[in-house]
Structure formats: C-alpha cells, structure tokens
C-alpha cells in the first residue's frame, strides 16, 4: 500500500528556512512523479512545486519561485522542499503527493506537516 509521511515542518520567523521531507513507501518511488502542495485555514489546498520522476522536470506556484526548491533521492525514496526567505503567507498545512509517471491526477497523498511563519 502506497504511503508518504510528511517531515520538518514548525514554526520560523520570517526570512527564515525551513526543509521538508516526504518518505515514501509501498510503491516504486522512481517512477513516480511528486508533488508539494498546501492548505492555508480556510482556503483551498493549492499546487506548489512539482517534480519529475527522472528529476529533468521541475515547477513551482509563482508565489514561491526564487524561494523555495523541490527535489528527490530516489535511492532514499525521498522527496523535499528547501523553502528559504519565508514569509507569513507560506503559513500553511504542506502535503506530498505523487501520481504515477506522465499520468494527470495525484493519487496518495500524505497527512501533512505543519509550517507557521511568524511575522
């Protein structure tokens, strides 16, 4: 059965970095693409940063372009997000995700990590 266990969030003041982690389990990690998403309260969750399952593709919101970077270690099954220059809006619930590769939909989803920014 499929799983991903979100790591590293907390709470960092603005400017500050954070580096989350997502182990996956339960699946060929290689050859899945992966993702990052978010959930502000009360909103709805939004895409942040993908990645291929080969790596060669990458895409970020335009809100965190500069700042933040996604990447993987597929010997580690390993997915993570450098978030640098933090601001009070990336306040959020962060979730992984993966879909199979060249597929559309995100399929497992993790429970999410926590990350506050303190203005």
């Known amino acids: 059965q499929a799983q991903l266990v979100e790591s590293g969030g907390g709470v960092v003041q603005t400017g500050g970095s954070l580096r989350l982690s997502c182990l996956a389990s339960?699946?060929?990690?290689?050859?899945?693409?992966m993702a990052w998403f978010r959930q502000a309260p009360g909103m709805e969750r939004t895409f942040v940063a993908s990645?291929?399952?080969?790596?060669?593709?990458?895409d970020f919101a335009d809100s965190v372009k500069g700042r933040f970077t996604i990447s993987r270690d597929n010997a580690k099954n390993t997915l993570y997000l450098q978030m640098n220059s933090l601001r009070p809006e990336d306040t959020a619930v962060y979730y992984c995700?993966?879909?199979?590769?060249?597929?559309?939909?995100?399929?497992?989803w993790g429970q999410g990590t926590q990350v506050t920014v303190s203005s």
């Open positions: 995700a993966t879909k199979y590769r060249r597929t559309t939909d995100y399929t497992t």
């Open positions: 339960g699946f060929t990690f290689s050859l899945y693409d």
């Open positions: 990645i291929s399952w080969s790596s060669i593709r990458t």
